[in-house]
Nanobody, 129 residues
Framework: VQLQASGGGLVQAGGSLRLSCAAS????????VGWFRQAPGKEREFVSA???????YYVDSVKGRFTISRDNANDEVYLQMDSLKPEDTAVYYC????????????????????????WGQGTLVTVSS
């Protein structure tokens, strides 16, 4: 299983970026994919996830600004980030759920790092003020 995150870069506050996570080895329609981020000196935190059934989850700080989606045919998951703020600056990681088509529906499950057993290498997002 491999995950390849891409799409990061430097953008001004208020701008947009679209991150991509290409999965190989496990279909994204069968295993949930989550996005996490880690700012300098801070813990890695949950940002968003899409379950195998297509249900989406977001941390409160990005609701209304970020949108997660996926392309089942190409096994890719995207994170569209709009109205970016300087506090969104971080390395963004995608990760894949260890469980095949889990029946879990709670946000606590998808926001927990231990849910995911494979992680991409991260892509840096820098938002300037």
């Amino acid at each position: 299983v491999q995950l390849q995150a891409s799409g990061g870069g430097l953008v001004q506050a208020g701008g947009s970026l679209r991150l991509s996570c290409a999965a190989s080895g496990r279909a994204v329609k069968d295993y949930a994919v989550g996005w996490f981020r880690q700012a300098p000196g801070k813990e890695r935190e949950f940002v968003s996830a899409i379950s195998a059934s297509g249900k989406t989850y977001y941390v409160d700080s990005v609701k209304g600004r970020f949108t997660i989606s996926r392309d089942n045919a190409n096994d890719e998951v995207y994170l569209q980030m709009d109205s970016l703020k300087p506090e969104d600056t971080a390395v963004y990681y995608c990760a894949q759920d260890a469980t095949f088509r889990t029946s879990r529906r709670d946000t606590n499950y998808y926001s927990a790092r231990v849910t995911y057993d494979f992680w991409g290498q991260g892509t840096l997002v820098t938002v300037s003020s």
